[in-house]
């Protein structure tokens, strides 16, 4: 599995050239879209960690585009990079999670609001989580180590361990799991998650997620 995906909708005067430098100088796997229209298809497809998204005078009705993510309950982060001032109070109305003025923020603050950003959904202060004192997940890398060593994981079984993350502590319903880990594009796969649940058990121990009929999974941290 890959680092840490973003997807990147530019403004049609493309005027971000450093900032996405300097993203893929910092492991982050990038892929731009030149309008709305690519954007969706692109989340139609496949799933991102982040979008970032800007407006300009001639994307206003990118606040619009937002909003529907929301109402459609697309739970990938949202930043917005704009240089328009004194539109931060209306970018959070509209259900970014996060607002950059381009003309005041520089390239560095960018990654380390991203940074921020991930960890906070992860609910920690560093690079990783620990499942277990000898087991932790590197949150920026999709990487999992056991006694230091990393242990291979397709791409699935990663995308599973790291949905639950977010939401360690709660049960998370087969479907929102199944949301959460394949695109919109893809038919019914409850049967391979439970598939890939049983191999994530073989390798961590049968208690790392519990699962219940009603309630669905959940990640088990024992520390």
């Avoid at 954007?39 to 606040?63: V, W």
């Avoid at 920026?140 to 360690?168: A, C, G, T, V």
């Amino acid at each position: 599995m890959s680092a840490l995906k973003i997807l990147v909708l530019e403004n049609e005067d493309s005027s971000n050239p450093q900032i996405i430098k300097v993203l893929e100088e910092n492991g982050f796997d990038i892929e731009i879209c030149k309008d709305d229209n690519e954007f969706l298809d692109s989340i139609y497809e496949k799933h991102y960690d982040l979008y970032l998204i800007g407006i300009n005078e001639n994307s206003i009705l990118r606040f619009d585009l937002m909003k529907a993510l929301n109402d459609f309950e697309d739970l990938t982060l949202k930043m917005v990079i704009t240089s328009i001032p004194n539109t931060t109070k209306r970018s959070f109305l509209y259900g970014c999670d996060e607002c950059v003025i381009k003309n005041i923020a520089d390239e560095k603050e960018i990654i380390l609001r991203i940074k921020a950003l991930i960890r906070r959904q992860f609910n920690v202060y560093t690079d990783t989580v620990l499942l277990r004192k000898n087991i932790e997940y590197d949150i920026f890398n999709k990487r999992i180590f056991k006694d230091k060593h990393e242990i291979y994981l397709s791409e699935k079984p990663l995308m599973i361990i790291d949905y639950l993350l977010k939401f360690r502590g709660f049960f998370v319903s087969s479907e929102s799991l199944e949301t959460g880990v394949y695109p919109a594009n893809s038919k019914s796969k409850n049967a391979a998650i439970r598939f890939h649940i049983h191999k994530i058990r073989q390798l961590f121990g049968n208690d790392i997620i519990t699962s219940n009929r009603t309630n669905g999974y959940k990640i088990n941290i024992k520390l």
